[in-house]
DNA sequence: GATGAATGAGAATTCATTCAT
DNA sequence: CATGAATGAATTCTCATTCAT
């Protein structure tokens, strides 16, 4: 009983990734949601209290599943230039793997004003604290700037994360979003080391390809 | 009657910037927008094709005006560093001076589908375009690195400076905004610049005071 | 435009009490009573708060035709009994000369729990009101007696009548209502007791007829 | 196991007097009954066809336990008077006594349509049946009158009975209804007329006390 | 008999938008 | 140009009821 719910609960949230994505949140219905899920337009209510709380919900649990998959990745790397580039690689990865769910993380959850108003804590709070680990970390390790706020570092990181894959998913998925990777570590790593930029070595790859709305 | 006209549009959009940001765009009714602008609600349709077009216009007018106000401040710095910190100077006190546009563009406007799925090209590009003018210049005058591609500069740039407005909307207006420009232009100067963080010579100023959230 | 208005008004009430009459409150559709006034259903809502509002309404502004009517007519009897009889008349001729309003009346108003709440105030406290006037009048007059509340004395003719309309709704209209006034008059004013009081001297007219539930 | 059947049977019956009563028949949910009757959902289905049954069924049951515990009083008395006495008596005191019952039986009661259209025929037939008894064992005494059809006037003691009942519940149960016996049983007998008919010989009581909207 | 998870029908209502005046 | 009364599309969510266990 236990996992048949649990296996309902997932199948919903799936089935919503999917038509978020392929609809917009506004136009997805959530009989369309349930049907794809294989249940009554009812049983969705058993396990969320709205449309928006579904969406949110997508969000959660996905965010969630990554952070305790980030960090475990993450926290392999001794090095604080590496755990960066690391973060950043997963963050683009994640998304260039499942477009569906970028879509719905970049845009359609944007639509939901508690989300937007950051009515929640939850998920966010945990991938920024996630990413306030690593600058604390790389701070310690002296390999980190101490001069500027940990917290604006952490929005710097974010922010660019955030506006590269939202460029990404507008642009139509056409580039290779992971190919970016390097240039924005570097990017990120020589603005918040010390010395000059020579601090973490990495060549700088190659552009995301033809049609790269970032050039 | 020109005058008259335009000055309709205005009155219009005005009260759209008070009313979205009081209710939010959904809440917000067509007809309490019309009131507030003296003006039957049949009226507004005169002027914008709908609700939506009315929010997107709010920032497509209100964009503009940046767009040039910030141009014609950041043309009087000869210096890429200056240019640089000049705009995130305005941007940054540019919604700390108007909180009901701050709400309409970190909040309401981004529950626009159309806006959010880049739907809106000028606004947008519009500054996308002056911050990559100032990317461009600092790169021809040496100061600005050139082995990252300058789209992603723009982005990182932008993508910070959005978070960071984002984050202080979000967390009530309560911190000086302004007082962080000094630390954001150092963080993504001392990224940009092809040498150590000498570069661009500037003290790190106060935190945004007590309760900023970036910290 | 007035004339319009109060016109499109009025032809919701008088569809409603159609509907109403014809479906019962719950199965009546909003869309039905406003296809039947030649509306759209949104134009209900410009004039009603709601369904349940709509049946309230029906209520009273009949209930106010009625109290105006009656009184007037009420009151051209110089005599405490004939004025009582000529309410008793109007009562069951009322509901008897339009079958559809006695079904709202009787059955589908009280399946709004705001009027049985007695949540409205105005209609039935006027028709109350306007039987305690025939009653304080008679009181004064010498013909009906002190020592009984006259509340309780209107309340036993109301709920007398009530209760006799509803019986005669409930068998399907089908026996001559009106013609139980005089034994109605009878029997309030001298009650069951054996000897007739001859004050009111009237003849006890014929039954109902065939099927009538009340004998 | 007969026992314990019945037993829940009347568990769900009690519970639904207080749960109609507290939320109103529509708001009630069946979940909440069987919660308060310590069942599941389903559990009250074994017992009753549906929640307007359940209604009826509350209706029923406690109509026949009514009517045979008066009829039991009632043929005590020996004097026609004095059984008419006796059933405006308990009228009054069982809903004085149970105001949860009270407020089923006098509101949410009228809000099922089946009741309302009359599609019970049992308890309100054996209650009208039991008054029509003590009518025609007064008529037959000599005590009532016969040129007045005894259906009439069984109609216009229930009515009466139903009607203050009613105006007792509505204005708050705040004042004693009990106390109205004597004045209303007078009422009845002797009609609204000037002089006391003597044939009942009962002093005339107190008013219902302070509030008593029936004054 | 008892359970309670799952069902799925069903319609009131809102409000952006129109267009006759 | 301006009005504002009228429109009508469009869908979430509840909860009584069922039935597999």
Redesign the interface.
């Known amino acids: 009983m236990r996992v048949k719910t649990a296996d309902k609960r997932l199948r919903i949230l799936d089935a919503a990734v999917r038509v978020f994505a392929r609809e917009?949140?506004?136009k997805a219905r959530v009989s369309q949601i349930a049907e794809e899920a294989g249940l009554a337009p009812g049983t969705v209510y058993l396990y969320f209290k709205n449309k928006e709380d579904l969406l949110i919900s997508v969000f959660e649990v996905r965010t969630e599943e990554f952070v305790s998959r980030f960090r475990a990745e993450v926290e392999q790397q001794r090095d604080p230039c590496s755990r960066l580039a690391c973060l950043v690689r997963m963050h683009l990865s994640g998304f260039q793997a499942d477009p569906d769910l970028a879509a719905c993380f970049?845009?359609?959850l944007?639509?939901?004003?508690r989300f937007?108003?950051?009515g929640v804590k939850g998920g966010l709070q945990l991938y920024l604290g996630l990413i306030r680990e690593i600058v604390e970390f790389g701070r310690k390790e002296g390999a980190f700037?101490k001069?500027?706020?940990?917290?604006?570092?952490?929005?710097?990181i974010?922010?660019?994360?955030?506006?590269?894959v939202s460029?990404w998913v507008?642009?139509g998925m056409k580039y290779n979003l992971v190919s970016?990777t390097d240039?924005?570590v570097?990017?990120?790593?020589?603005?918040?080391g010390?010395?000059?930029?020579l601090l973490c070595e990495r060549g700088?790859g190659a552009?995301g390809g033809p049609g790269?709305?970032?050039?």
Do not use: W
Not at 147 to 156: F, K, P, Q, R, Y
Not at 194 to 197: E, F, M, Q, V
């Open positions: 917009g949140f506004f970049q845009v359609e944007r639509q939901s004003s937007m108003r950051r700037r001069e500027v706020s940990a917290g604006l570092i952490t929005h710097l974010f922010g660019t994360l955030d506006e590269v460029t507008m642009s970016l240039q924005l570097e990017l990120i790593t020589s603005g918040i010390p010395k000059a930029s700088l552009e790269n709305t970032l050039n």
